[in-house]
């Protein structure tokens, strides 16, 4: 598919990973700028091209969610259309935004039919977003920010489309990624406690790491490092873009956004 979306090389071993995973409810947490949100969106491009063609079509419907409208525009779409150029997924901005594949013809002879809808989910009234969707799978980008019952009403949307008549789905689930939260949010409850079947938590390694003495220093086994260096440049000044951040912000910034790990949440009075 390089002849028609960007060449894509997964930024590390758990990226890697997460790819090569079929489980129906999959969360990719990381630092910032690990490459969370474009492993995400090529998945979803991948696995929709990847169920099964009826009468040599593969037909797919996705839900792509974010929390606010602001958000999904500037972020989450612009991350998608990056990637899957317009002239091969036309966005439309109406409500919801659209963008979709028409019969795009694949190396294998069949082809490529899919429909994203772009969709903001922010308080408890927009679930009625979701009731009358028919979804093959969706993509929660930044799963910290939506709320569980959200997440709960998406599952039930999946995997009815296409119906049986038409092939079914091949693969149906939820592609999520997010900085790590904080350690009462639902996510860790359900990934790290509870774990149910079919639910799989993908954890990339910090952008740095913090010394006893309190200094921070490149992780080698941070991921997408090379997506930040200098043109140019060894890609060791990828590290950069992290490095700089440590000056002036807090100790929970940098636990939860550079070094990868859930946050603490703190109430009431000190």
């Known amino acids: 598919m390089a002849h028609v979306v ?4 997964p930024p590390g071993p758990v ?11 999959r969360l990719l947490l990381g630092p910032l700028g690990s490459g969370k949100s474009v492993a995400s969106t090529f998945e979803m491009f991948r696995r929709a091209r990847q169920q099964e063609p009826c009468k040599g079509v593969r037909r797919s419907k996705w839900a792509v969610i974010r929390s606010t ?7 989450t779409l ?19 935004i659209t963008a979709k594949i028409h019969m795009l013809p694949l190396d ?7 429909e994203f809808l772009f969709i903001s989910l922010d308080k408890q009234r927009d679930v009625r977003k ?3 969707l028919e979804l093959t799978g969706a993509f929660v980008n930044e799963a910290k920010e939506i709320g569980f019952n959200f997440i709960k009403a998406l599952n039930g949307r999946l995997g009815r489309f296409p119906m049986k008549e038409d092939g079914g789905c091949s693969w149906s689930g939820i592609i999520m990624d997010s900085n790590f939260p904080d350690d009462r949010s639902w996510i860790y409850r359900k990934f790290e406690l509870e774990k149910p079947e079919g639910w799989k938590l993908f954890k990339q390694p910090g952008a740095l790491i913090r010394s006893q003495d309190g200094k921070y220093s490149p992780n080698p086994a941070a991921e997408n ?7 140019g440049s060894p890609i060791s000044t990828g590290y950069d873009y992290w490095l700089k951040q440590v000056p002036g912000n ?3 910034f940098i636990k939860v956004y550079l070094l990868a790990q859930y946050g603490s949440l703190f109430t009431g009075k000190p």
């Open 108 to 114: 294998d002879g069949t082809f490529m039919d899919a």
């Open 78 to 96: 612009a991350t998608f259309a990056q990637w899957i150029p317009d002239s091969i997924c036309h966005v439309v901005f109406g409500a919801p």
């Open 250 to 252: 807090d100790p929970d």
């Open 15 to 25: 990226v890697e990973a997460f790819h090569h995973d079929n489980s129906r409810v």
């Open 225 to 231: 490092v090379s997506a930040h260096a200098r043109p």
């Open 69 to 75: 409208y602001p958000e999904l525009r500037s972020t």
């Open 130 to 132: 979701l009731l009358s």
């Open 6 to 9: 960007r060449d894509y090389y």
